[in-house]
């Protein structure tokens, strides 16, 4: 059974940084790509960042380039986004995502909000 598990969410001031942690479990990890997602209070699900499986490519929003940084351990199952310069705007429960035989599997998330 796919299980993705979002950490690492808080408070924090503009400027500041984060890092969420994203652990799998239930299927061959270091075969499938992986990706974050944010959703803001009355806006849709957006995506920000995708690794491939390897951790050889990755994509971004234009809005978080140069400011976050998605990467993964296939060791620990695990893949990250390292949040820096955060600003009020990055606000948003954040998500893993797994797209695994035409179904895309969807962690719990994690509240990240960025205020003074």
């Known amino acids: 059974q796919v299980q993705l598990v979002e950490s690492g969410g808080g408070l924090v001031q503009p400027g500041g940084s984060l890092r969420l942690s994203c652990a799998a479990s239930g299927f061959t990890f270091s075969t499938y790509a992986m990706s974050w997602y944010r959703q803001a209070p009355g806006k849709e699900r957006e995506l920000v960042a995708t690794?491939?499986?390897?951790?050889?490519?990755?994509n971004y929003a234009d809005s978080v380039k140069g400011r976050f940084t998605i990467s993964r351990d296939n060791a620990k199952n695990t893949v990250y986004l390292q949040m820096n310069s955060l600003k009020p705007e990055d606000t948003a429960v954040y998500y893993c995502?797994?797209?695994?035989?035409?179904?895309?599997?969807w962690g719990q998330g994690t509240q990240v909000t960025v205020s003074s």
């Open positions: 995502k797994v797209v695994r035989t035409l179904r895309a599997y």
């Open positions: 690794i491939t499986s390897a951790g050889s490519s990755t």
